[in-house]
């Protein structure tokens, strides 16, 4: 019988922006990492709650997404989750959040974990669920867990640049996931010092404070320099493969999310799954949308299966 996954997280409606005068707009967040597992034909319990105004562009969007169970999305007044993004030629992103949906209530979850073989939490927002909700969540679980913390350490105010905020209770969110994703001002903002560039002695600290708390993986995603994956007692930095072109990094950590994840939950070992993350998330970033995420992966495991 396959493994069911279950997904937690916020569908955006993104507006992203460059330099350049470049405008792209489409539905985004968690639906990348929906676009991976179902693209790689594993079915997907997703978890969120949408905006009812972008109900009916999501629904077209994942009509042919056959493993994806929905019953979990539900629809709530207003426009949706509603981002900003711009992207400097040079130096951090800058996020605008413009509206936001309520916190995910997680009986409807609960009800799932007897079922699913993974759980993957994504915080798209900071706003996606309540720490207290979570804990009922892990404490309920007895399927390994990913979690990416994403937007846990941005300032929560709207119409304005968001800013990385140091945040003391990351353990408690961690604390029971076996699997934990975090950029490098992610960890900077985990250890109280979102300003600061760490060195690689200080994430493996970090690594070593993850795993007292009985995480099993940490994956430090690099951007195009790929990611370090630290377990307890070894660490490998693995690089990208090289992108034919780069069309779109939107999503890339997303990607690599989802690939990593099925490769885990099928048996894999932390160092072999991220090779295949980072395989799946450099062809992504030749590529535009969560539409064309889905295609480009399935394609994919098309051609991985033909003898």
Not at 30 to 35: F, P, R, T
């Amino acid at each position: 019988m396959r493994m069911k996954f279950g997904l937690i997280g916020t569908i955006t409606d993104d507006e992203i922006t460059f330099d350049s005068g470049q405008r792209i707009t489409g539905l985004g967040g968690v639906l990348y990492q929906a676009a991976v597992l179902c693209g790689l034909g594993e079915e997907t319990c997703l978890h969120t709650n949408l905006g009812e105004k972008l109900a009916d562009e999501v629904n077209r969007m994942v009509k042919d997404w056959s493993t994806l169970r929905k019953k979990g999305i539900r629809q709530v007044p207003g426009p949706g989750n509603q981002v900003h993004l711009h992207y400097p030629e040079k130096g951090e992103r800058i996020e605008v959040l413009k509206s936001v949906v309520p916190s995910l209530l997680p009986e409807p979850v609960i009800e799932d974990l007897p079922e699913l073989g993974m759980l993957i939490l994504v915080v798209n927002s900071g706003f996606d669920i309540q720490l207290s909700d979570w804990r009922k969540i892990v404490r309920s679980a007895s399927c390994p867990v990913w979690m990416d913390v994403h937007s846990l350490f941005l300032s929560r105010e709207l119409n304005v640049p968001r800013k990385y905020l140091p945040l003391s209770e990351w353990k408690e969110w961690a604390e029971g996931v076996s699997f934990l994703q975090a950029n490098v001002k992610e960890v900077a903002s985990m250890l109280g010092f979102p300003d600061q560039v760490l060195s690689e002695d200080g994430f493996l600290q970090f690594g070593e404070r993850a795993f007292d708390l009985g995480v099993k993986a940490v994956y430090l995603t690099l951007g195009k320099d790929g990611v370090l994956v630290m377990n307890p007692g070894n660490f490998m930095k693995i690089s990208a493969p090289q992108a034919e072109a780069v069309i779109d990094t939107t999503g890339c950590g997303d990607v690599f999310c989802g690939g990593a994840a099925v490769k885990l939950a099928s048996g894999k070992d932390p160092f072999d799954a991220a090779h295949f993350g980072l395989e799946l998330a450099t062809r992504a970033v030749e590529v535009k949308g969560v539409e064309e995420t889905f295609r480009l992966v399935k394609e994919y495991q098309m051609a991985e299966k033909k003898p």
